[in-house]
């Protein structure tokens, strides 16, 4: 004959908490009924627990861990605490156990280091390589979402672009003009304490077009706009993703690429050269600041060298790589945004890895372009 499943019963009388059990108590059965003494444990405070096993028709060493666990948890709080009514086998049974139930001491994992540091170090990479082939991926939905909303340019959400226009451009022109500026007087400073040991003064002017002009403009900018603007847009959508509103668009037949991606995104390609154009002037500006007041260098005569000595082509392979920058950037700060899950800890992780991601990538872009130009001599 089949035992019935697994129940239980509480019986309160007075300060006695009595609990009995019966019908199967072995482990296939024990899911609900765990469950329940689980959140029945704290009704027995102050109280003498009983646990009457007289009804339980099948037992095995589950079970018995089981009972014996909702005693030990009970007798924490209260000393009266006991199983009834066991058959012979069954006391048989939960007087084996019960010597079993406290966990026994682990002994730490004992290896070499040297073998800890290459398993660390190959997680590392394949960790590395799984991240990259998601960015590529998130790369190609991007791109291919980019390419649907222009055979459909109604679809491109104008309003949005604009404001972050404003947000990730206009709002950020007073600390990227700002650091600009002074790596622009820094440059010239540095440059004219080397050059002075010369009586090469004058090709400070050199050294500032260049170096303004064909990098630190645009870098500064890029590496600016990756933790003001990368990060922001990283925590807006992981914050969307956390109040689930990221699922509301879906419901809502909306497509998150292009209602949160596409905009940031497009936005970031359109303001980033522009910056990086105020910031070479700027930077420009500072070194012919320190140039004037530090070796009587005038403006008139800093501006003619420069237009004498520096190729207009370093202007344009600096404003070339704006725009790559910017989508990477962007690119980079939507996707952790979608990767944030369960927590304000993951959204804080997220958050950081956009800035390190993207400040990696713009500088590993950067060192590619400037070999790709170095090759074709521009």
């Known amino acids: 004959m089949q035992a019935s499943a697994a129940q239980f019963d509480i019986d309160v009388d007075r300060d ?20 329940g003494l689980r959140n029945f444990e704290d009704d027995s405070i102050g109280r003498e627990i009983v646990i009457d096993v ?6 095995d060493t589950a079970g018995a861990m089981v009972l014996h666990r909702v005693l030990k948890s009970w007798e ?49 990479v ?15 939905l991007t791109l291919a979402t980019f390419a649907r909303v222009t055979s459909r340019p109604a679809k491109f959400r104008l309003t949005s ?23 622009g007087c820094v440059v010239a400073f540095m440059g004219a304490k080397i050059l002075r040991n010369f009586n090469a003064e004058i090709f400070v002017v050199e050294l500032v077009g260049l170096s303004v002009l064909r990098e630190f403009g645009v870098l500064l900018a890029a590496i600016l706009i990756a933790g003001r603007s990368g990060s922001a847009f990283t ?11 990221i ?21 970031l390609i359109i303001m980033l050269p522009i910056l990086a154009f105020l910031g070479a002037m700027l930077g420009m500006i500072g070194g012919g600041l320190v140039a004037w007041t530090s070796m ?75 070999m790709f130009f170095l090759e074709i001599d521009f």
């Open 76 to 124: 924490q709080r209260t000393e009266a605490s006991k199983i009834v009514g066991a058959s012979p086998d069954h006391a048989f049974l939960l007087s084996r156990v019960e010597p079993h139930l406290s966990a026994g001491p682990v002994a730490p994992a004992s290896r070499n280091a040297f073998v800890l540091m290459l398993d660390r170090l190959g997680r590392g």
């Open 161 to 183: 672009i604009v404001y972050h226009m404003e947000e990730t451009g206009l709002n950020a022109v007073p600390i990227t003009g700002l650091m600009s500026f002074l790596i």
């Open 235 to 245: 925590a807006q959508i992981g914050s969307m993703k956390l109040r689930e509103e």
């Open 54 to 59: 007289s009804g339980v028709e099948k037992l």
């Open 296 to 370: 009587e260098i005038s403006p008139a005569l800093f501006v003619g060298r420069i237009q004498e000595t520096i190729a207009m082509s370093n202007f344009w392979v600096g404003l070339i790589k704006a725009p790559f920058f910017a989508f990477v950037i962007g690119v980079v700060g939507c996707f952790q945004g979608m990767q944030v899950e369960g927590s304000a800890e993951s959204l804080g992780q997220r958050t950081t890895l956009s800035v390190v991601q993207s400040l990696f990538l713009v500088i590993v872009l950067d060192a590619f372009f400037a």
């Open 126 to 140: 394949a960790d590395a390589y799984f991240a990259a082939l998601e960015i590529l991926s998130f790369i190609g």
């Open 247 to 267: 699922d509301a668009l879906k419901v809502l037949g909306l497509d998150p690429i292009e209602v949160l991606v596409l905009p940031r995104v497009i936005a």
């Open 16 to 35: 006695i908490l009595k609990l009995v059990a019966r019908g199967d108590w072995r482990a296939r059965n024990l899911g609900p009924v765990d469950a």
